[in-house]
């Protein structure tokens, strides 16, 4: 069983909708909890990290830790076409980073 | 501010021969990570350093990758020799702190290897 799981995708949505990407895991010990967003040819690009559970808004983008399920999600409001590129989870534990296989989205203008 | 750099941006080599990526950090960043970023996944962190200590190598194929950060700014990453399956992204990235939440990756290496 991988650290974390998260939904390849392809996720293709119409301009304006709201996107809701998630990732499962199976440690206990995750503390922080991030998402990146990898356009193609690119590395990633830090969106948001949170500790532990709860909520965490910034912009457009929210993103939510329920840590008794063991599932994270970011929910991306009025989606642009510049928001078309794939998107990770990350975990910490300790010093080590555990990264989903990442959800690849596309917006439709 | 500018971001990592790494370089070559490309490398295209057979198998075992060796082969070596650079990564300059972001200055005044203490933390520098290496990962691989096989096609498809997510990546995978190879090595981490604290200023030009090693702070975890636990899931580096030691016998045959190495890593280094003479002084404790910019570091290479070796692979000898190569095989088929190290054809992937190689990322660099840098933290200003040893906690690692906030990281900023380069544009990374891509390798394939023949």
């Known amino acids: 069983q991988k650290e974390v799981e998260q939904d390849p995708g392809p996720l293709s949505v119409p301009e304006g909708a709201i996107v809701s990407l998630n990732c499962t895991y199976s440690?206990?010990?995750?503390?922080?909890f991030m998402w990146y967003r990898q356009y193609s040819r690119k590395g990633p690009e830090l969106l948001m990290y949170?500790?532990?559970?709860g909520n965490k808004e910034d912009g457009r983008f929210t993103a939510q830790v329920d840590k008794s399920s063991k599932y994270i999600s970011l929910f991306i409001r009025d989606s642009q076409p510049s928001d078309s590129a794939t998107y990770l989870c990350a975990m910490k534990a300790g010093n080590q980073f555990y990264f989903g296989t990442g959800t690849s989205l596309t917006v439709i203008p | 501010e500018a971001g990592v750099a790494q370089s070559p941006r490309y490398k295209i080599i057979e198998k075992r021969q060796s082969v070596a990526f650079w990564c300059n950090p972001i200055?005044?960043?203490?933390?520098l990570y290496w990962y691989q970023q096989i096609l498809g996944q997510g990546p995978k962190l190879l090595i981490q350093?604290?200023?030009?200590?090693?702070?975890?190598d636990s899931q580096l194929p030691k016998d045959r990758f190495s890593a280094e950060r003479l002084k404790g700014v910019d570091s290479t990453l070796k692979i000898q020799p190569a095989k088929l399956e190290d054809s992937a992204v190689y990322l660099c990235?840098?933290?200003?702190?040893?906690?690692?939440?906030?990281?900023?990756f380069g544009p990374g290496t891509r390798l394939l290897v023949l």
């Open positions: 990235a840098s933290s200003l702190g040893g906690s690692g939440e906030t990281q900023y």
């Open positions: 949170t500790y532990s559970s």
């Open positions: 200055s005044g960043h203490a933390t």
């Open positions: 440690n206990s010990a995750f503390q922080y």
């Open positions: 350093f604290q200023n030009n200590g090693v702070v975890d």
